[in-house]
């Protein structure tokens, strides 16, 4: 008896690493990961074109370039002038730097001129005589002074108090100047009052304008209470025509 084995066909089976496997086309796999990279830049380019920002035309590029550079020329215009006036107000500070020494040293020198006049004052006002019929405050010595021929008075009047530790005194001086003109006509000039405010002496000088034709013979003196309604003194005084 005969047995006849008959060969078996061999079974394909396909090895992971066989690269001599017959060509399919792509994976789906490939072509879904590629589709998906093209669906993300494309919506990339649409946020970017929707709600990013915009990119500038040549024209528009052009524009702002100018107008940067117009605004670079503007900014050193500025800070020219800024420089400029910077320099001057140094030149003006140290002009009054130097204008300030030279009144304080000035200011110094007239102190000391000052401080041995006060002295000799004080101690010509000890001198002057106080009348004590019109109150513990006087009119005490008088130099008025009228230029012949003309209309210029001038006028120096000391006023004292008789004790140097009185309280301070303040009101108004008051002068009068009597004359007559040249046809004989008289009449009374009083000056605006001048306010007054001393401890223990004060002189008063000053100059004023008579009117033409006019000639003082004598001066009245009132001095005034602060209220300017209470006289405190009075004196008649000389006038001088020279």
């Given at each position: 008896?005969?047995?006849?084995?008959?060969?078996?066909?061999?079974?394909?089976?396909?090895?992971?690493?066989?690269?001599?496997?017959?060509?399919?086309?792509?994976?789906?796999?490939?072509?879904?990961?590629?589709?998906?990279?093209?669906?993300?830049?494309?919506?990339?380019?649409?946020?970017?074109?929707?709600?990013?920002?915009?990119?500038?035309?040549?024209?528009?590029?052009?524009?702002?370039?100018?107008?940067?550079?117009?605004?670079?020329?503007?900014?050193?215009?500025?800070?020219?002038?800024?420089?400029?006036?910077?320099?001057?107000?140094?030149?003006?500070?140290?002009?009054?730097?130097?204008?300030?020494?030279?009144?304080?040293?000035?200011?110094?020198?007239?102190?000391?001129?000052?401080?041995?006049?006060?002295?000799?004052?004080?101690v010509f006002a000890k001198t002057?005589?106080?009348?004590?019929?019109?109150?513990?405050?006087?009119?005490?010595?008088?130099?008025?002074?009228?230029?012949?021929?003309?209309?210029?008075?001038?006028?120096?009047?000391?006023?004292?108090?008789?004790?140097?530790?009185?309280?301070?005194?303040?009101?108004?001086?008051?002068?009068?100047?009597?004359?007559?003109?040249?046809?004989?006509?008289?009449?009374?000039v009083t000056l605006p009052r001048?306010?007054?405010?001393?401890?223990?002496?004060?002189?008063?000088?000053?100059?004023?304008?008579?009117?033409?034709?006019?000639?003082?013979?004598?001066?009245?003196?009132?001095?005034?209470?602060?209220?300017?309604?209470?006289?405190?003194?009075?004196?008649?005084?000389?006038?001088?025509?020279?």
């Amino acid at each position: 008896m005969v047995i006849r084995v008959q060969a078996k066909r061999a079974i394909f089976k396909p090895a992971p690493y066989d690269t001599r496997r017959g060509s399919r086309g792509l994976p789906s796999w490939l072509i879904l990961l590629m589709v998906g990279i093209l669906l993300g830049g494309a919506g990339v380019l649409f946020l970017q074109a929707s709600y990013g920002e915009k990119r500038l035309s040549a024209a528009e590029t052009q524009k702002l370039t100018e107008e940067l550079k117009n605004l670079s020329v503007e900014k050193q215009t500025l800070q020219k002038r800024v420089d400029e006036a910077q320099k001057v107000l140094d030149t003006e500070v140290h002009t009054r730097d130097s204008q300030i020494k030279e009144l304080t040293g000035k200011l110094t020198k007239a102190e000391g001129i000052i401080v041995p006049l006060r002295e000799q004052l004080d101690v010509f006002a000890k001198t002057l005589v106080f009348d004590p019929r019109f109150g513990p405050i006087g009119i005490s010595t008088s130099q008025i002074i009228q230029e012949k021929n003309s209309t210029k008075l001038s006028y120096l009047v000391w006023l004292l108090q008789e004790n140097a530790q009185r309280p301070e005194f303040k009101g108004w001086l008051e002068l009068s100047f009597e004359g007559r003109y040249a046809n004989g006509r008289v009449e009374t000039v009083t000056l605006p009052r001048i306010e007054v405010k001393f401890k223990h002496y004060l002189h008063i000088t000053g100059t004023t304008d008579l009117p033409a034709g006019f000639t003082a013979t004598r001066t009245n003196a009132k001095l005034m209470a602060e209220d300017g309604k209470k006289q405190v003194t009075w004196r008649v005084l000389p006038v001088v025509v020279k």
